[in-house]
């Protein structure tokens, strides 16, 4: 810089590129900072959706467990009736 206080092109660039060096510095930081905190983030969601699925499969699970049975259920109703309707029949064709 001259000594009667005027700026040179040479000083100016030099001062523009610390600048832009601090705030480029600055800008990355806060975006490592919240990288971190979308890493974290993700992680807990995936954590929970795998919870979820666990909670989900066990659910399904149990709702096939309860139909089966109340399927087999009915289906035996269904053999005892035909049988009862048989010795009905029997029973009218003896009297």
Request: proline share 0%; charged share 35%; glycine share 4%.
């Amino acid at each position: 810089m001259k000594k009667e206080g005027f700026v040179t092109t040479k000083y100016l660039d030099k001062k523009m590129t610390e600048q832009a060096q601090v705030i480029v510095a600055a800008v990355d930081g806060v975006l490592d900072k919240r990288l971190k905190e979308i890493k974290i983030d993700t992680g807990l969601i995936k954590q929970g959706l795998k919870q979820t699925k666990d909670e989900l499969k066990k659910d399904i699970n149990n709702v096939q467990t309860l139909i089966d049975a109340h399927v087999k259920a009915q289906e035996d109703f269904k053999q005892e009736f035909v049988i009862l309707k048989e010795e009905v029949k029997q029973i009218k064709q003896v009297l």
